[in-house]
């Protein structure tokens, strides 16, 4: 397997004009010819549906919701980046490229990442023209916000439901394509293949999840969005049906894993409560603009927040990162946090907590202002744990939340299965080691709305193909495969329901493969998972049929990915033998406790390839060359 990013040659800031006007068009009669599947209606989805729909092409998308609307990006709540340099406060498309190559702690690419920026001002007049209800000025102007390891205010918002306003429009332009005819939409299916011809990407299989029926369905080139895969954790914030399905099922027919280890911990999250509890809940990070995170300086401090005096406070953010105090990145906030607790300092029932206080900032700016910037935010607050931030201060923790890792692409957002392209948080594209807080949502708009229309042309054109027919022995051939596993998840009949294997392999991981990893640990939950596989080939509980909705032989399917995946995730994270962004390795550390990255061995995106059922993955380099920015280790003193 080659990989070939396919980075254009001449200067940064010049590549993806140049690339655009060398990829090749399709011309107007023959877009109308090709027909392109998009699996995935979150934003990723929903904008290249749209986009591509507009351009001519023939589209036919698909989600496992209900509606594309009920995407998992409608939960995204803080906002999403951009280098308007609004605030006049010294941004720049080179300050958002290098804040974003920085805070990835230098393990992505600078051609993607200077891309990302500069469409990042595109994408913000895009979604203005939708009628997006961005926060603004009292003159009118877009209001911005701060973000972690930012120290300019670029953010655009909209209150604390970014997402669901931005799929909003999405969806719009969407909509508006459904009703000229130009995409189908299939609701309620999920991708349970991936079919190849001649080495190319020509459908899918999906499962309609009503009727339980298989379907076949062809096309010229196969886009997936399908997004992240944080719920292998089990306890994430991510929505109950994100899944690594699709993406697992691509792997398998040939197409490479990219940093799989590179998951990314939410400092600011309402803390687990209980055994049996299946979902975590994201205070934003947006709240660390105006909220301070402290704990008690002693650990047998156990006085309510209201009676701990200032000067018994240990402000432990902004004491050791003076410059980005309570904005560091996320990867940082979450180890002091946890560094907090392990100490004994840590707050709340579980002492695995620490405080998110805003009332400096709602004494200082007052209540109705704070309520204007975060009030939803408060009340989902106050009806998970019945207490009023207004009053007491909120308390919080690190929690699962986004993965960097993701399947490979090339600059062309291309997998290696030619006719695979894979955006959103599908792909590992641009976030190296470590996302920096609103650039999820950047790059999922720009894979969408901005790339995909130029490079899939750029294929389609040099394609010469017969249009792909559903009656190929390659979709026979994949349906049985799929038939047969579902025959096969029903036919086991043991004792331990999915959510049960689940949930043990959500806390194997969390365990080993965490905030913190450690060879030792890494090996031993390598065998954890392969056992808990074993067994759960052989002592899974799947009642029901096939033969239609069946929402325990859905979650089956997605835990016996998760499964085979985690195994994955753990061989990434021990083959990086040092520690970057978020993979912190304890072995691999600075004096003062941050990650040590060694650039002469690790400086690589690490690719894995599916070798079949048992055999080790291979696994591949994508050495990174930085010719642009120095490689430093990160400071945000
Ligand atoms: C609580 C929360 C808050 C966040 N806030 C922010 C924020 O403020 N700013 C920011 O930049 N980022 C934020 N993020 C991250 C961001 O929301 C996501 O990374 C982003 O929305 C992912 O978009 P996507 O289009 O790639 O995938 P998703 O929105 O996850 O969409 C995936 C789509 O794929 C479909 N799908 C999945 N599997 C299959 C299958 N097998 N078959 C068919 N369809 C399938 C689903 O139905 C869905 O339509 C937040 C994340 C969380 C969890």
Same mark, same amino acid.
Request: aromatic letters at 10%; proline letters at 3%.
């Given at each position: 397997m080659q990989l070939d990013s396919k980075i254009p040659d001449g200067p940064l800031s010049e590549k993806w004009d140049r690339h655009r006007f060398e990829l090749k068009l399709v011309n107007p009669a023959n877009k109308t010819k090709s027909k392109i599947i998009v699996v995935g209606t979150g934003l990723a989805g929903a904008s290249a549906s749209a986009t591509l729909a507009e351009l001519g092409y023939e589209v036919m998308t698909f989600c496992i919701q209900d509606s594309p609307r009920r995407a998992h990006s409608i939960a995204a709540q803080g906002g999403i980046n951009a280098a308007k340099n609004y605030q006049n406060d010294g941004d720049s498309i080179w300050r958002l490229f290098y804040d974003t190559i920085k805070g990835g702690d230098f393990r992505s690419r600078e051609a993607n990442v200077y891309r990302l920026a500069q469409i990042s001002?595109? !994408?913000?007049? *895009?979604? %203005?023209? *939708?009628?997006?209800?961005? +926060?603004? #000025?009292?003159?009118? *102007?877009?209001?911005?916000?701060?973000?972690?390891?930012?120290?300019? /205010?670029?953010?655009?918002? +909209?209150?604390?439901?970014?997402?669901?306003? $931005?799929?909003?429009?999405?969806?719009?332009?969407?909509?508006?394509? !459904?009703?000229?005819? &130009?995409?189908?939409?299939?609701?309620?299916? #999920?991708?349970?293949? $991936?079919?190849? !011809?001649?080495? &190319?990407?020509?459908?899918?299989? @999906?499962?309609?999840?009503?009727?339980? #029926?298989? #379907?076949?369905?062809?096309?010229?080139?196969?886009?997936?969005? /399908?997004?992240?895969?944080?719920?292998?954790?089990?306890?994430?914030?991510? +929505?109950?049906?994100?899944?690594?399905?699709?993406?697992?099922?691509?792997?398998?027919?040939?197409?490479?894993?990219?940093?799989?280890?590179?998951?990314?911990?939410?400092?600011?999250?309402?803390?687990?409560?209980?055994?049996?509890?299946?979902?975590?809940?994201?205070?934003?990070?947006?709240?660390?603009?105006?909220?301070?995170?402290?704990?008690?300086?002693?650990?047998?401090?156990?006085?309510?927040?209201?009676?701990?005096?200032?000067?018994?406070?240990?402000?432990?953010?902004?004491?050791?990162?003076?410059?980005?105090?309570?904005?560091?990145?996320?990867? %940082?906030? /979450?180890?002091? +946090?946890?560094? *907090?607790?392990?100490?004994?300092?840590?707050?709340?029932?579980?002492?695995? @907590? %620490?405080?998110?206080?805003?009332?400096?900032?709602?004494?200082?700016?007052g209540r109705d202002v704070i309520a204007r910037k975060y009030g939803n935010l408060f009340e989902m607050y106050e009806k998970i744990t019945a207490q009023d931030p207004y009053e007491t201060p909120m308390m919080i923790y690190p929690a699962v939340h986004y993965t960097m890792g993701g399947l490979w692409v090339d600059y062309n957002l291309m997998s290696t299965i030619p006719g695979l392209f894979v955006l959103g948080e599908a792909n590992f594209s641009d976030h190296g080691a470590n996302r920096l807080g609103a650039s999820a949502l950047m790059q999922g708009l720009a894979d969408g709305y901005f790339i995909i229309p130029y490079s899939i042309g750029d294929y389609l054109a040099k394609s010469s193909h017969d249009t792909a027919r559903e009656d190929h022995s390659a979709f026979n051939e994949s349906s049985l495969q799929v038939e047969t596993r579902i025959k096969k998840l029903l036919s086991i009949g043991g004792k331990r329901t999915v959510d049960d294997f689940h949930r043990e392999l959500g806390h194997i991981l969390w365990e080993n493969c965490g905030m913190t990893r450690k060879e030792k640990d890494l090996k031993k939950a390598k065998k954890l998972i392969a056992d808990l596989r074993a067994e759960f080939w052989e002592n899974v509980l799947v009642g029901g049929t096939g033969k239609g909705f069946n929402q325990s032989l859905e979650k089956a399917g997605r835990v016996a990915d998760f499964l085979q995946f985690g195994e994955l995730m753990v061989m990434d994270a021990l083959e990086r033998k040092e520690s970057c962004g978020c993979h912190f390795n304890e072995d691999f550390q600075t004096d003062e406790h941050e990650a040590l990255r060694d650039d002469e061995n690790f400086c690589h995106v690490s690719a894995w390839e599916y070798r079949g059922e048992g055999s080790k993955p291979k696994f591949h380099k994508e050495p990174l060359e930085f010719e642009n920015v120095e490689l430093t280790q990160r400071s945000y003193k």
């Amino acid at each position: 397997m080659q990989l070939d990013s396919k980075i254009p040659d001449g200067p940064l800031s010049e590549k993806w004009d140049r690339h655009r006007f060398e990829l090749k068009l399709v011309n107007p009669a023959n877009k109308t010819k090709s027909k392109i599947i998009v699996v995935g209606t979150g934003l990723a989805g929903a904008s290249a549906s749209a986009t591509l729909a507009e351009l001519g092409y023939e589209v036919m998308t698909f989600c496992i919701q209900d509606s594309p609307r009920r995407a998992h990006s409608i939960a995204a709540q803080g906002g999403i980046n951009a280098a308007k340099n609004y605030q006049n406060d010294g941004d720049s498309i080179w300050r958002l490229f290098y804040d974003t190559i920085k805070g990835g702690d230098f393990r992505s690419r600078e051609a993607n990442v200077y891309r990302l920026a500069q469409i990042s001002n595109n !994408i913000i007049d *895009q979604c %203005v023209a *939708q009628g997006v209800p961005f +926060a603004r #000025e009292y003159g009118g *102007q877009l209001a911005n916000r701060s973000f972690g390891g930012a120290q300019v /205010s670029r953010t655009f918002y +909209a209150r604390g439901q970014t997402g669901q306003q $931005l799929l909003l429009g999405a969806y719009g332009s969407l909509s508006r394509q !459904i009703a000229a005819g &130009k995409v189908r939409l299939f609701t309620r299916r #999920e991708m349970l293949d $991936l079919v190849v !011809i001649d080495g &190319k990407a020509r459908g899918i299989i @999906a499962r309609n999840l009503v009727s339980g #029926e298989l #379907e076949k369905h062809a096309a010229d080139a196969v886009v997936l969005a /399908s997004g992240g895969y944080g719920n292998a954790f089990y306890l994430s914030t991510n +929505a109950m049906g994100s899944n690594i399905s699709a993406a697992f099922a691509s792997y398998r027919k040939g197409a490479s894993f990219a940093n799989p280890c590179f998951v990314q911990i939410h400092p600011t999250c309402i803390p687990v409560h209980g055994t049996y509890q299946s979902k975590l809940t994201l205070m934003s990070e947006s709240l660390r603009n105006d909220g301070r995170v402290w704990v008690p300086r002693s650990p047998e401090d156990r006085r309510p927040p209201d009676q701990i005096p200032e000067t018994e406070r240990d402000y432990y953010l902004e004491e050791k990162y003076p410059r980005f105090g309570n904005l560091v990145p996320r990867d %940082v906030a /979450s180890r002091r +946090a946890k560094v *907090q607790c392990d100490m004994g300092k840590g707050v709340g029932g579980t002492r695995l @907590a %620490v405080y998110l206080d805003l009332k400096d900032a709602i004494e200082k700016d007052g209540r109705d202002v704070i309520a204007r910037k975060y009030g939803n935010l408060f009340e989902m607050y106050e009806k998970i744990t019945a207490q009023d931030p207004y009053e007491t201060p909120m308390m919080i923790y690190p929690a699962v939340h986004y993965t960097m890792g993701g399947l490979w692409v090339d600059y062309n957002l291309m997998s290696t299965i030619p006719g695979l392209f894979v955006l959103g948080e599908a792909n590992f594209s641009d976030h190296g080691a470590n996302r920096l807080g609103a650039s999820a949502l950047m790059q999922g708009l720009a894979d969408g709305y901005f790339i995909i229309p130029y490079s899939i042309g750029d294929y389609l054109a040099k394609s010469s193909h017969d249009t792909a027919r559903e009656d190929h022995s390659a979709f026979n051939e994949s349906s049985l495969q799929v038939e047969t596993r579902i025959k096969k998840l029903l036919s086991i009949g043991g004792k331990r329901t999915v959510d049960d294997f689940h949930r043990e392999l959500g806390h194997i991981l969390w365990e080993n493969c965490g905030m913190t990893r450690k060879e030792k640990d890494l090996k031993k939950a390598k065998k954890l998972i392969a056992d808990l596989r074993a067994e759960f080939w052989e002592n899974v509980l799947v009642g029901g049929t096939g033969k239609g909705f069946n929402q325990s032989l859905e979650k089956a399917g997605r835990v016996a990915d998760f499964l085979q995946f985690g195994e994955l995730m753990v061989m990434d994270a021990l083959e990086r033998k040092e520690s970057c962004g978020c993979h912190f390795n304890e072995d691999f550390q600075t004096d003062e406790h941050e990650a040590l990255r060694d650039d002469e061995n690790f400086c690589h995106v690490s690719a894995w390839e599916y070798r079949g059922e048992g055999s080790k993955p291979k696994f591949h380099k994508e050495p990174l060359e930085f010719e642009n920015v120095e490689l430093t280790q990160r400071s945000y003193k």
